[in-house]
């Protein structure tokens, strides 16, 4: 799992993506001011 700020999470998420993909990150949490607001997760078909 990795949690990054929302500005932070928008300037790498290319490499996010590519992270997910690549299945050596499960899921990402963006926080805004400390507090959880979105969850990214691996599309799975």
């Known amino acids: ?3 990054l700020e ?3 999470a928008e300037s790498r998420f ?3 993506v ?4 690549s299945r050596k990150i499960t899921e990402v ?3 805004r001011d400390g507090n959880p607001v979105a969850r ?3 599309y799975c078909n």
């Open 1 to 3: 799992m990795m949690e």
């Open 6 to 8: 929302i500005k932070e």
């Open 14 to 16: 290319e490499e996010i």
């Open 18 to 21: 590519s992270l997910l993909e």
């Open 29 to 31: 949490i963006v926080t």
């Open 40 to 42: 990214i997760v691996p």
